[in-house]
């Protein structure tokens, strides 16, 4: 590996937390009596940070509940699956302890909550190999801007050209690459379009082990 910087995607990518992300919001509209459909709303919620995904939540299915509300609700059954559940791919550790014995300088970038970010990483015992950790809700958008790539870069005082960029979502690896990131896609089941993931990105990973 020749890899200097890194920006790591966190679910999806580093843990496994997929199936629970993509019944979260259906599951909590079930619980509400909405009967609207939810299909396709997992997509659609992907890229954006808690905070716009329950914005977009109450306006299209108008819950009575605030976006504050409906976002404490969430979390909550967020924050236990990070504090009990969710696991770290197999592999992962491996790889990280490779790129950080090569000098590489790690970051995580996510949509997810940093007080969850720091409560997952830290019980799988990952936390340290990251110079930092950044969430989308720090720049005010969803991975469907470049915003908190440009950041890390900043931080990472590096090179969009000089960065790798591994992500799970279609969507994010698409915006990193237009703006200039190299970009490692990484597989998981739960994501989709693979195919296409597969195609737009510099490297692959379909398997951490």
Same mark, same amino acid.
């Given at each position: 590996m020749d890899k200097k910087y890194c920006i790591m995607d966190?679910?999806?990518t580093l843990i496994d937390s997929m199936?629970?992300?993509? #019944?979260?919001s259906p599951d909590y509209l079930k619980s509400r009596g909405i009967t609207k459909s939810t299909e396709?709303? %997992? @997509?659609i919620l992907r890229t954006m #940070?808690?905070?716009?995904? $329950? @914005?977009?939540?109450?306006?299209?299915?108008?819950l009575p509940e605030s976006s504050e509300e409906i976002l404490l609700q969430l979390n909550d059954v967020m924050r236990r699956h990070y504090e009990f559940d969710i696991p770290l791919k197999k592999g992962v550790r491996e790889h990280?302890?490779?790129? =950080? =014995?090569?000098g590489a300088r790690l970051c995580v970038v996510t949509a997810t909550a940093l007080p969850l %970010? *720091?409560? $997952?990483?830290?019980r799988l015992g990952v936390i340290e190999y990251f110079s930092f950790l950044m969430s989308c809700e720090e720049v005010g958008y969803g991975k @469907? *801007?470049?915003d908190a790539f440009l950041e890390a870069a900043r931080r990472l005082d590096a090179a969009p050209g000089d960065i790798y960029?591994?992500? @799970? =979502?279609? #969507?994010?690896?698409?915006t990193a690459r237009d703006a200039g990131f190299r970009t490692v896609a990484v597989y998981d089941p739960y994501s989709g379009s693979w195919e296409q993931c597969r195609q737009i990105a510099d490297e692959t990973i379909t398997d951490w082990v």
């Amino acid at each position: 590996m020749d890899k200097k910087y890194c920006i790591m995607d966190m679910d999806g990518t580093l843990i496994d937390s997929m199936p629970y992300w993509n #019944t979260l919001s259906p599951d909590y509209l079930k619980s509400r009596g909405i009967t609207k459909s939810t299909e396709g709303l %997992v @997509d659609i919620l992907r890229t954006m #940070t808690m905070p716009l995904a $329950c @914005d977009y939540l109450k306006k299209e299915y108008a819950l009575p509940e605030s976006s504050e509300e409906i976002l404490l609700q969430l979390n909550d059954v967020m924050r236990r699956h990070y504090e009990f559940d969710i696991p770290l791919k197999k592999g992962v550790r491996e790889h990280l302890d490779e790129l =950080s =014995s090569k000098g590489a300088r790690l970051c995580v970038v996510t949509a997810t909550a940093l007080p969850l %970010v *720091r409560l $997952c990483l830290k019980r799988l015992g990952v936390i340290e190999y990251f110079s930092f950790l950044m969430s989308c809700e720090e720049v005010g958008y969803g991975k @469907d *801007r470049p915003d908190a790539f440009l950041e890390a870069a900043r931080r990472l005082d590096a090179a969009p050209g000089d960065i790798y960029v591994y992500e @799970d =979502s279609l #969507t994010a690896l698409q915006t990193a690459r237009d703006a200039g990131f190299r970009t490692v896609a990484v597989y998981d089941p739960y994501s989709g379009s693979w195919e296409q993931c597969r195609q737009i990105a510099d490297e692959t990973i379909t398997d951490w082990v």
